[in-house]
């Protein structure tokens, strides 16, 4: 359950206090269904009017629903209420280095259609196909679908839905969020895939992640991004620039060349690129052997030995851009996701080893955590970027 700061909440304006009531409510709902009006009530600490105004307002707008009656403590029964997951509310769009993954959801976030193609380095090529299946899915379901979230493995300006820079293809100023919503007719949100990432894990995630106020999230795919909750929001700062930590520098010759070209990045270090190129090092495979990042996870987690290695290697200069992070920002929680999630057990010693060498005892220590979001953080994070709307208190106004 999403904490709200009461205190917080009495001095904001009434508008945002009902928007505040709205979210909590909704979240009651979304975490605890079935659920009665009275218990919501009663949980919340909020007035039994104001609960049910609410609830009215939830069911006209298709978000909540009554699912008959549980049992009665002495009068009538209560009505039971729960989130309205009939059919596909979200599309989201996943663009990666690698594969570009589109699929739909309902307002609890479960995946219902999939599907997926390799990305292309042309931008036409590639969003002509994701407005290609995004139309068959548009198709298949009707009129159900409110939205569409993209995420983006670059510089990412959500006001305007521009991709400013994507090193990978070298996209730059690219209006992706018009391009998609023009041949739509939906409304598109557009995000960089750690922030979009960071956002499910708020909404999402394990409880004890959801309920921090602050939290980093790092993705470790291709290259290294970080998403990072600041007071319960995905902090973006200007024009969305914020959390480029990937290119924070940790040494010098790293095994592989950061997305931006330098060998000096944490990215160069700690990403699924590096920890492949360490294991085609070790295990004396050739350069254009063409063995994934997940592919690599399998092979560590069967227990292959310079996978093993290389994944070990990889997870402690992780963790030194962590320990970097945790000094600079003292984050309730750091939870890392992507394909290493996977491994946790193979890598969390690497990992918190290195984190406790380079913190000096005494500061606040963080607690590291894998994510939950299972294989595909930036496709989750596309879909909260529109399902975490409709629980937001910001975008309900
Ligand atoms: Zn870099």
Redo the contacts with the bound molecule.
């Keep these: 359950m999403r904490r709200i700061d009461l205190k917080k909440a009495q001095t904001a304006h009434l508008a945002t206090i009902r928007d505040i009531n709205r979210q909590i409510v909704l979240n009651y709902v979304r975490e605890r269904e079935p659920i009665s009006r009275a218990e919501i009530a009663r949980e919340s600490a909020l007035q039994r009017s104001t609960v049910s105004a609410i609830i009215d307002d939830l069911q006209n707008e298709g978000l909540v629903e009554e699912i008959g009656e549980g049992e009665s403590t002495g009068g009538r029964p209560p009505t039971l209420l729960r989130l309205r997951t009939a059919g596909p509310i979200a599309i989201g769009v996943a663009v990666t280095p690698t594969l570009t993954h589109i699929a739909t959801s309902d307002l609890a976030g479960r995946v219902l259609k999939q599907t997926q193609f390799p990305t292309e380095s042309d931008p036409d090529a590639t969003f002509g196909r994701v407005i290609e299946s995004i139309k068959d899915f548009l198709n298949q379901t009707g009129e159900s679908v409110e939205s569409i979230g993209v995420s983006l493995p670059g510089l990412v300006d959500p006001s305007n839905g521009t991709a400013i820079y994507v090193p990978y293809f070298q996209w730059r100023d690219l209006p992706v969020g018009n391009i998609i919503s023009s041949a739509t007719n939906l409304p598109v949100t557009l995000d960089n895939d750690a922030n979009a990432a960071a956002l499910a894990e708020l909404w999402f995630g394990r409880p004890e992640v959801s309920d921090a106020r602050d939290f980093i999230f790092v993705l470790v795919s291709a290259g290294v991004g970080t998403g990072i909750v600041f007071d319960g929001q995905v902090y973006r700062g200007e024009r969305g620039a914020a959390g480029e930590f ?2 924070m520098i940790i040494g010098t010759n790293a095994p592989v060349a ?3 070209g ?1 060998l000096d ?1 944490w ?2 270090f700690a990403s699924g690129r590096a920890a492949l190129e360490r294991y085609r090092k070790l295990a004396r495979r050739p350069d254009n052997d063409a063995v994934t990042f997940k592919e690599l996870v399998d092979l560590a987690l069967v227990g292959e030995v310079n996978a093993n290695t290389a994944l070990r290697d990889t997870a402690l200069c992780l963790g030194i851009g962590i320990s970097n992070l945790i000094v600079g920002f003292s984050p309730e929680a750091v939870v890392v996701g992507g394909e290493i999630a996977r491994a946790w057990h193979l890598v969390e010693d690497a990992l918190k080893g290195t984190i406790e060498h380079s913190i000096r005892r005494g500061l606040p220590s963080a607690r590291i955590l894998p994510s939950t979001l299972g294989e595909n953080p930036p496709l989750m994070g596309a879909l909260s970027l529109v399902l975490a709307s409709k629980f937001a208190a910001a975008a309900a106004a």
């Design positions: 990937g290119h950061c997305s931006c330098n990045c990215e160069a």
